[in-house]
């Protein structure tokens, strides 16, 4: 059914990983095709009461395919499937438990502003690099970030795209807890199963009351600008360069 994530559901959890490992498990549009349909399906399905998300052969994600930035790729395609994945994010009714290893890129250091719980292995490596290759922040980072971690750390991680360590997500409130390597999926599940003795209906009546009012259509319109000015910066000479370098191997 899916060609780039595998998803299975056992005794009421969902379990979505992305599974482009040759690639370092890099989301292309049919990855976000496929986790989309997962997150809806999963909300649709009475079977399911929570959902975990996870990557193969011990990394998260290395973001998005930098394939997907240049001609003669479709940047509308690519846009759409970005805004619809956090629109999937937003309106999950059911609790969203992600657990990283390896590294966590872009947009997959995002997602954790949108998990309810998260946990990573202690050396896993995060980067918000794009100023580096020089477009936007997406996944409504620009306005949920500083909220999360305060302004001044946001300004900090996005301006330099430095990569940052599980010890500092943790610190400041991205993740839950961090893990021993390789144990964040199994930390992951105990927590599901945990999540399964409770009242489904209580759990998703918290987690709606915890969102602020209007949360959906903030992220819609916040992921809706930063992919606007992401097209802008992506249609530049520099950023194309500075794409076209980091393909080839440069830093």
């Known amino acids: 059914m899916y060609q780039d994530i595998t998803y299975n559901v056992e005794d ?22 496929d986790i989309i349909d997962a997150l809806y399906s999963s909300d649709k399905n009475d079977d399911v009461s929570v959902v975990v998300m996870t990557g193969a052969e011990g990394r998260f994600t290395a973001g998005n395919d930098l394939s997907d930035l240049l001609p003669p790729s479709d ?3 690519l846009k759409k499937r970005v805004g619809g994945i956090f629109d ?9 438990i992600i657990a990283q290893e390896g590294v966590a890129i872009g947009i997959g250091a995002n997602m954790l502003l949108h998990a309810d719980i998260a946990y990573a292995g202690k050396s896993i490596r995060y980067s918000l690099p794009f100023a580096k290759i020089g477009v936007t922040s997406e996944g409504a980072c620009s306005v949920l970030l500083a909220e999360a971690i305060g302004p001044k750390r946001a300004n900090e991680l996005l301006y330099t795209g ?26 992951a599940m105990a927590t599901a199963r945990d999540l399964l003795k409770n009242s489904q209906g209580s759990i998703r009546s918290i987690k709606k009351l915890g969102k602020a009012e209007g949360h959906e259509a903030r992220v819609h319109k916040a992921v809706e600008e930063e992919m606007r000015l992401f097209a802008e910066l992506l249609d530049t000479p520099e950023t194309q360069a500075r794409i076209n370098h980091v393909l080839k191997g440069g830093k």
Not at 12 to 33: E, S
Not at 88 to 96: E, H, I, N, R, T
Not at 173 to 182: F, K, N, P, S, V
């Open 75 to 77: 940047i509308s395609e």
């Open 88 to 96: 999937a994010f937003a309106q999950l009714s059911k609790p969203l």
């Open 162 to 187: 430095r990569f940052f360590t599980a010890e500092e997500a943790e610190n400041w409130g991205l993740l839950t807890a961090m893990t021993e390597d390789g144990k964040a999926l199994e930390t």
């Open 12 to 33: 009421g959890i969902a379990v979505i990983t992305i599974n482009r490992p040759k690639v370092l498990n890099a989301i292309r549009i049919q990855t976000y095709d």
